[in-house]
């Protein structure tokens, strides 16, 4: 059918691919109005699509070792560009971004630009140079820069620990929907997730989770802007309402001062028996909190999250896969502009999902309205049932206050199309591309997680001399039994426990942010510098977010403690970080300077033309 | 000062300059944000719009255009790589 390489003629493939993908959206359409029932629409959706990966997945099978690792270093920047980003936007940005928003307004949105502006460090500190270095995995950067299998197994250690946090969140994602769009129970769910994952990962390892990604930015960013765009018209917000929602954001104020913003007591929630993680409307849309406390919590939050996407291993080797250095600058700034199609849709869909439960003037507005009526509306039942809305009539006058409609942050996403009317196929459209964005994720993941034991442990440490058959074969066991193991744990719905996903973001900078950057912009750092670097960041890191989370400090501290200078459990990075950066420094400092060959291996990583450092199969 | 020392010094000088910018979008505006809001930019709140959309977009512009002053100064010096096949 294509002449020439797979590699030219990937802008046909995936072009045909997405008209493939509109044609099925315009067939379950069809289906619909022929009588299809929405949950058989939902369980086509999840089944087409997966089917469709995992096909990649076979296709992209390899014995190769840099195919394994970093698909061969030839997908192109664009490409690229899309893979990062479905890599980079999980389950979690997908489904709870907007429900964020909703809740969070102006003081939730630090993680938008925390999650974008990290891109800039990525492009500027990290990519194009551990690009030029020639790598496969973030340890074998930090090992051969300052040489060692100690620094080498430190920063294995770390990788291991953010990645993981972050791998049983999207498992539990992938296990959710999964359950939901299949009417399965959700510890199948979470197997069916796994199984999917590790088809499209197993067989061709890096080369695998690039084609496979790639196909899942297309329908996840699909099925994320088709029903923005559409319910901003339906609830006449303008044609483009990326342009168009100043007005409908002052009418937000006005609604909030209107219906008042109140506060609910513990006590009076707990008496009417609201379902656990479900919230109501608190806070301002668009008001700054005022106050010097306020505006350091939000640029915590952001710096935060912006060193950690910088330091995030799944991320920063999708840039060892392009052909140049170049190229692999040029691919972080088409990342960040794929992710910011998304991003910057969240705010929108927040804000007209919120107006169209919230203004009187439209028939979805419910707020305000009788409850007998609002119980009696088909949507509100439904989700009723599945404990993701509750209605508490506090003060017993039979109309729905702001304040008495609680709703979990996921069902912004999930129902907004049905509040507004859109057809059911939307809502399956909604659901593959809930699971894209989860499984593309935890794919990335796993992937990171395995290639660094395989890469770093196994075959660096362990066994040198393993020839290339064993490698991969250890290689992918270690991929299922990574896998399986966050399966295992998500199955038992312990996230709640296991934190946020901003934690991995903390990790992640507490233990590898300063020892890359320094390794490439600071010739003088050393080996003993690193590795203490790294083991005073994580472990302090870890130490303070023991002391400073209620759910560890009760049972180990005896009590909850208040957080230093308002540092709580989402920005405990904000106290790895420093550390492992002044250790690091004082560390190198006093131990001998690197030896003349590592000094001329940093010239040469700075430099974008001539070899790389580590051979293209090593 | 050999050219290498050279082309290193114009691409830590093209890297403050990047991070100036990026501190500025992502840290320095937000000091200001109550005041921010008072102004409006199309018909949204300042502060609101940097935060949802503005600096967003803004590290967009600002990673394309890093990307092409990075590669005039391999040229410049000569480290310009050929596209390979």
Redesign the interface.
């Known amino acids: 059918m294509f002449k020439g390489n797979f590699i030219d003629n990937l802008p046909k493939i995936y072009g045909t691919y997405t008209g493939g993908f509109f044609v099925f959206i315009i067939l379950m359409a069809i289906a619909e109005q022929a009588g299809v029932s929405a949950k058989n629409i939902g369980v086509m959706f999840v089944a087409f699509t997966v089917l469709i990966y995992a096909l990649i997945g076979y296709l992209s099978r390899t014995i190769q070792v840099d195919a394994y690792y970093v698909a061969g270093r030839q997908v192109p920047t664009v490409f690229n560009g899309m893979a990062t980003a479905a890599d980079w936007m999980s389950g979690a940005s997908f489904v709870a971004l907007a429900g964020g928003?909703y809740y969070g307004g102006?003081t939730y949105?630090?993680f938008?630009?925390?999650w974008?502006?990290g891109?800039?460090?990525v492009?500027?500190?990290m990519a194009?140079y551990l690009r030029k270095f020639g790598c496969y995995t973030v340890p074998d950067f930090i090992g051969t820069r300052y040489g060692g299998n100690l620094v080498r197994a430190c920063s294995v250690f770390v990788l291991f620990i953010a990645s993981f946090t972050y791998v049983t969140a999207q498992i539990n994602a992938t296990g959710t929907i999964a359950s939901r769009a299949l009417g399965i129970p959700f510890e199948a769910g979470v197997w069916v997730g796994l199984i999917s994952i590790l088809i499209c990962s197993m067989l061709g390892g890096m080369r695998a989770v690039t084609w496979t990604q790639v196909a899942q930015y297309i329908v996840l960013i699909v099925a994320y802007l088709i029903p923005v765009f559409w319910i901003s018209n339906k609830v006449g917000g303008g044609v483009f309402p990326?342009?168009?929602?100043?007005?409908e954001?002052?009418r937000l104020g006005e609604l909030e001062q209107q219906f008042g913003l109140v506060k609910n007591s513990a006590a009076d929630m707990k008496a009417a028996g609201v379902p656990g993680g479900l919230k109501y409307i608190s806070g301002t849309?668009?008001?700054?909190?005022?106050g010097g406390m306020a505006?350091w919590k939000?640029?915590s939050l952001?710096?935060c999250m912006?060193v950690g996407t910088a330091s995030l291993p799944h991320i920063l080797m999708r840039y060892f896969t392009t052909?140049?250095?170049?190229a692999a600058?040029?691919s972080?700034?088409w990342s960040?502009?794929f992710i910011?199609l998304l991003?910057?849709s969240a705010?929108?869909l927040a804000t007209l999902s919120k107006l169209a439960l919230m203004d009187p003037n439209l028939p979805t507005g419910i707020i305000g309205k009788s409850i007998s009526d609002v119980q009696s509306i088909e949507w509100v039942q439904r989700w009723s049932e599945v404990k993701q809305v509750f209605i508490a009539d506090f003060n017993g006058d039979g109309i729905l206050q702001l304040n008495e409609w609680f709703m979990r942050g996921d069902v912004v996403v999930l129902a907004t199309p049905e509040i507004a009317g859109l057809p059911f196929v939307i809502s399956g459209l909604v659901f593959a591309g809930g699971m894209a964005a989860a499984m593309s994720t935890a794919d990335g993941l796993v992937l990171a997680i395995s290639n660094a034991l395989s890469h770093d442990i196994y075959y660096k440490i362990i066994d040198p001399k393993a020839d290339t058959a064993k490698r991969l074969l250890v290689a992918r066991v270690l991929l299922v039994i990574i896998g399986a193991a966050g399966a295992y744990i998500a199955s038992f719905r312990l996230t709640s426990i296991l934190g946020s996903v901003a934690w991995a973001f903390d990790f992640a900078m507490s233990g590898l942010f300063f020892p890359l950057v320094l390794g490439v912009w600071w010739k003088r750092a050393t080996r003993q510098g690193a590795i203490a670097g790294i083991m005073a960041g994580i472990l302090s890191g870890l130490t303070y977010l023991l002391w400073v989370y209620p759910k560890f400090s009760v049972p180990i501290f005896g009590g909850v403690n208040t957080p230093f200078l308002g540092i709580d459990h989402l920005r405990f990075g904000m106290i790895g970080a420093p550390i492992c950066l002044v250790v690091m420094v004082v560390v190198s400092l006093m131990t001998k300077e690197p030896d003349a060959a590592t000094q001329k291996m940093v010239?040469d990583t700075?430099?974008?033309?001539g070899k790389a450092i580590l051979g293209k199969q090593h | 000062m050999s050219n290498?020392d050279a082309?290193?010094n114009k691409?830590k000088n093209h890297?403050i300059v990047?991070?100036v910018l990026?501190a500025f979008?992502?840290?320095v505006i937000?000091?200001f944000?109550?005041e921010?809001?008072t102004m409006?930019f199309?018909?949204?709140?300042l502060?609101?719009y940097m935060?949802?959309?503005g600096?967003?977009?803004a590290?967009?512009v600002?990673?394309?255009w890093?990307?092409n002053k990075?590669?005039k100064i391999?040229e410049e010096h000569g480290?310009?790589?050929r596209?390979?096949d």
Do not use: C
């Not at chain 1, 990326?242 to 007005?247: E, I, N, S, T, V």
């Not at chain 1, 052909?323 to 170049?326: G, I, L």
């Not at chain 1, 700075?606 to 033309?609: G, L, N």
């Not at chain 2, 199309?42 to 709140?45: E, V």
């Open positions: 928003v102006y949105m630090a938008l630009v925390g974008t502006g891109y800039v460090l492009a500027t500190l194009p990326h342009l168009m929602l100043g007005d954001v002052a849309h668009a008001g700054v909190p005022e505006v939000y640029l952001a710096i912006m052909p140049t250095v170049r600058r040029k972080v700034a960040l502009f910011f991003y910057s705010p929108m010239d700075r430099i974008p033309t | 290498k082309y290193w691409t890297m990047t991070l990026w979008f992502s840290l937000f000091m944000g109550s921010l809001n409006s199309l018909g949204y709140p502060a609101y935060t949802a959309q600096s967003l977009l590290f967009v600002m990673l394309f890093t990307a990075q590669e391999d480290f310009s790589e596209e390979e």
